[in-house]
């Protein structure tokens, strides 16, 4: 079965870290443009970092503070995210070429 599975969102305070995790079944990273996207209810997904061979791109909001980064022994992809900011609160979803994840949730609340 072809599937992307993310985990390690919750609950983090302003300024705090957070790493997601997003790993595959049935694909590789390697293979694919890989990234991040998030949603806040009422608002489009919005692409938040990707790999693509070996470019990298991150939205504006996040550069600075995001990493985006893959283990191609493991075949996982991660996200690692500093100085969080309320504003930062959605759903963040893994996509791998066409296949999406089921999302984890990261609320960034004091």
């Known amino acids: 079965q072809v599937q992307v599975v993310e985990s390690g969102g919750g609950l983090v305070h302003p300024g705090g870290s957070l790493s997601l995790s997003c790993a595959a079944s049935?694909?590789?990273?390697?293979?694919?443009?890989t990234g991040w996207y998030r949603q806040v209810p009422g608002k489009k997904r919005e692409l938040v970092a990707y790999i693509s061979g070996g470019s990298l791109y991150y939205t504006s909001s996040v550069k600075g503070r995001f990493t985006i980064s893959s283990d191609i022994a493991k075949n996982l992809l991660y996200l690692h995210m500093n100085s969080l900011a309320p504003t930062d609160t959605a759903v963040y979803y893994c996509?791998?070429?066409?296949?999406w994840g089921q999302g984890t949730q990261v609320t960034v609340s004091s």
């Open positions: 049935g694909r590789l990273f390697r293979d694919y443009a």
């Open positions: 996509k791998l070429g066409d296949l």
